[in-house]
DNA sequence: TCTTGTTAGTCAGGGTACCTGACTAAGGAG
DNA sequence: CTCCTTAGTCAGGTACCCTGACTAACAAGA
């Protein structure tokens, strides 16, 4: 394997972009309203994608614990982005909806894509869309051989949000 | 602007590789000693670079409270990764050094490279670099337009690390 | 020399993202 | 009508970060 010093560089680089995004969003984008991509925001991400969720579905498609669910479903509630209400069916469920200050905030958000991109052109940005999809890909593989119970729950929560985005500028 | 569903596809799996990554150390590396890129793991990797820092360096070289990085320092210390001791220049600071076992987990950790990154050829882990290299140095400029004081401090972190990995490895 | 201002470290307390364990209320199967 | 499971929730805990307030040491000026 030749290809060591080449891969470490990369997952140098790779931990230090990770490192950067980290700081850069409380740095720069001040003024707009960002949503970050865990805890409150991963909720409103997925119910974006499909609303009326209960919290059990919410845990699943997150790959996360129930109580931490409930923990930030009712901080989004305290926050005006989601409302509860329990299902007719089953009165144990409680549903969980955005409300349109939710949606919106999920809408700005996805709005806004970051700014150092534009350090690339649209060739480079290509191919980085595509050495990443084979880096997640392999990612993905890798958590499905170790623990296939948890795995794939999330696939399709980015990409699907952003292709969304893409399908409808097209239209 | 013609290059906005590029960058919004480039973004998404930016934010794909993020999510991922932060769950995929926990499911696949149970068995190595990962170091974490936060936290103890930063003041970790800074003490990798030069030794004998005193808590206030590290904090500038993190871009972190200095309080944070007592908490840590002290927490390193009960693990038994670092030490402190006072400098004889000056009663105040204390010197914070790695012991064997510190400089150990610190060479582990950097000797492993994500296996993800094995999907990638060598061709494709230089161009992933590349457009790594290129989107950092622009979150970099950006940093440094909104705040001239908070930046650059961590620029040479990584970098450094996996330089020193590579030249090493050419001798 | 004595005061005054700065600096390094630290304590207290707070916020967010998670987690496990234990419990209740509701649903479903026999 | 039990018995088991499931959805939600409370309690409590860990790690990563922050701000505010305080002490001890140092450094500079009167």
């Known amino acids: 394997m030749p290809s060591e010093p080449k891969a470490a560089l990369a997952a140098g680089k790779l931990a230090e972009y990770e490192q950067l995004s980290k700081i850069y969003d409380d740095i720069i984008k001040q003024p707009r309203p960002h949503l970050t991509v865990e805890g409150q925001g991963k909720v409103l991400l997925v119910l974006a994608d499909e609303d009326r969720l209960s919290q059990r579905q919410l845990a699943n498609r997150l790959a996360m614990s129930p109580q931490s669910v409930n923990e930030f479903v009712y901080k989004l509630v305290s926050r005006g982005l989601v409302t509860l209400d329990s299902s007719p069916r089953d009165k144990r469920v409680k549903l969980v909806s955005l409300t349109s200050?939710?949606?919106?905030?999920?809408?700005?958000?996805?709005?806004?894509?970051?700014?150092?991109?534009?350090?690339?052109?649209?060739?480079?940005?290509?191919?980085?869309?595509?050495?990443?999809?084979?880096?997640?890909?392999?990612?993905y593989t890798d958590i499905d051989n170790a623990n296939p119970t948890a795995g794939v729950k999330l696939h399709k929560l980015f990409a699907s949000r952003y292709l969304n985005r893409f399908k409808k500028q097209k239209m």
Do not use: Y
């Open 101 to 139: 200050a939710g949606r919106e905030t999920i809408e700005n958000a996805a709005r806004e894509v970051p700014t150092f991109l534009r350090a690339l052109s649209d060739d480079e940005l290509s191919q980085l869309t595509e050495l990443l999809d084979k880096v997640t890909k392999a990612m």
